[in-house]
């Protein structure tokens, strides 16, 4: 089976999931796994694959030693996890490049060529044949992917040229902009044909606690990204943002440096719910900012102070910056959770 392979700090289980429905829409026989779902090794006992799609942790490529990967996508590197690598972004840095490993010419490697600590470390790749593929919306290379006014071009090789028009891709946002024309390079250098590239980007459903949404109560809507367990994450959530924003935030501080949000907080959030049993780093920073800060030990409480506070036409948030297992059992019982608080309005 051929490999496919993800990694990067933010966006790897959606651009896992993107370009497995990719091959699906395709009609081609693939497996899922790795990080989601399945191990590799169940996978390549359970049945004959031709392609294998798998989400890589740091923590996964950290011991390959023989594995390859056909086609390699790193998305992008940021501090989560320092924590495991003697807070050294250079040895997490090298673990992500390891899925380049093993890699010959006729392998493809993509990165995101806008991604500053991907392209500090690009030099990880000395030994790597593979052709690259950067993902870019800033300059126009001459193979790769790119943006062009509204579309995005992906020139797997110069000869080749497919066009696809932003409006129909269903994931909203600047970081799934990123993790769309990720997915389209890899079914590009698969050879998959344009229309069903265009059919699976159109269709495709967001995983469940990534930005999804809940619902709508009394014209006030509800996201749960309960997934967003990084401060990186939840920039990207309040990125995509369009009105103006209650956010719930808070649980087990990664050693979060809340200042990278403090522009988009500035600009978006009117006011924020904490949802921890310790909230006090994020009063702390954010409260000469934002007017309006709230205290709750629980998701009931949570919910009924956002719905309290937002008004018609706002968005309430879950977006938690935090990893969950001070009140929750994990990120998916704080998101189910949130959605259970929210249909109890």
């Known amino acids: 089976a051929k490999i496919i392979g993800i990694t990067g700090s933010n966006g790897k289980t959606t651009t896992t999931s993107l370009i497995y429905h990719i091959l699906q829409t395709a009609g081609l026989n693939a497996g899922l796994g790795g990080n989601i779902g399945k191990s590799f090794a169940r996978l390549l006992l359970e049945k004959t694959y031709d392609y294998i799609v798998l989400e890589l942790s740091s923590f996964q490529l950290d011991d390959i030693a023989d594995f390859k990967c056909h086609i390699a996508v790193l998305l992008n590197i940021t501090p989560d996890h320092l924590d495991r690598y003697h807070y050294d972004i250079a040895e997490y840095a090298r673990s992500k490049y390891k899925i380049g490993l093993n890699q010959t010419e006729n392998d493809f490697f993509i990165y995101n060529a806008d991604d500053k600590i991907s392209m500090d470390f690009i030099g990880e790749l000395k030994n790597n044949q593979a052709v690259r593929l950067p993902v870019t919306m800033k300059f126009k290379p001459e193979t790769g992917v790119y943006t062009e006014e509204n579309q995005i071009i992906v020139k797997p090789c110069k000869q080749v040229k497919t066009s696809i028009d932003m409006n129909i891709l269903s994931l909203v946002g600047t970081h799934n902009r990123y993790n ?152 998916e019982d704080r998101g189910n959770q949130f959605k259970e608080a929210v249909r109890n309005l």
């Open 180 to 331: 769309s024309m990720a997915a389209s390079a890899a079914a590009k250098a698969l050879n998959i044909k344009d229309e069903d590239i265009r059919e699976a980007l159109a269709g495709f459903k967001n995983i469940e606690h990534r930005l999804e949404f809940v619902a709508r109560v009394h014209g006030k809507e509800f996201i749960n990204d309960s997934k967003a367990t990084n401060v990186n994450s939840v920039w990207y959530a309040l990125e995509s943002m369009v009105h103006p924003v209650v956010w719930i935030a808070g649980g087990i501080d990664k050693g979060n440096n809340y200042a990278e949000l403090l522009d988009l907080v500035k600009e978006k959030v009117k006011a924020i719910v904490c949802l921890g049993l310790d909230n006090s780093k994020i009063i702390d920073f954010f409260s000469p900012y934002v007017d309006l800060i709230f205290e709750t030990d629980n998701m009931q409480e949570a919910v009924e102070i956002s719905y309290k506070v937002a008004d018609p036409g706002d968005v309430v948030l879950l977006s938690p910056a935090c990893a969950s297992f001070d009140l929750f059992k994990n990120y």
